[in-house]
């Protein structure tokens, strides 16, 4: 299983992105697939997640700005994000976690938000 994650970019304070990624290979039973970001010099943090079931779970800073979706058809993740704030900024990865513990993570794709 490869993640490609995409979408990244330099936005201005309010503005959106749409950060993509796509999974290639077949996923087989339960997971948990959603977004980590990385802020200038801090730790990861999760940012939303999706699992096989549909439970969708959103960090506490995301405050409704941003909405996972996944397009199976395409094999595809979406996370939409509004409002961007400064500290958005950061690189974010896309992660697949395997309910047998496998764990998948994609190169990441920058956002910066700045005016």
């Known amino acids: 299983v490869q993640l490609q994650a995409s979408g990244g970019g330099l936005v201005q304070p309010g503005g959106s992105l749409r950060l993509s990624c796509a999974v290639s290979?077949?996923?087989?039973?339960?997971?948990?697939i959603g977004w980590y970001r990385q802020p200038p010099g801090k730790y990861y943090e999760p940012v939303a997640s999706?699992?096989?079931?549909?439970?969708?779970k959103y960090a506490g800073f995301v405050e409704g700005r941003f909405t996972i979706s996944r397009d199976s058809a395409k094999n595809t993740i979406y996370l939409q994000m509004s409002s961007l704030k400064f500290e958005d900024t950061g690189v974010y990865y896309c992660?697949?976690?395997?309910?047998?513990?496998?764990?998948?993570w994609g190169k990441g794709t920058q956002v910066t938000v700045s005016s």
């Open positions: 999706i699992d096989n079931g549909g439970d969708i």
């Open positions: 290979g077949t996923i087989f039973g339960g997971h948990t």
């Open positions: 992660n697949l976690v395997l309910d047998n513990g496998s764990d998948y």
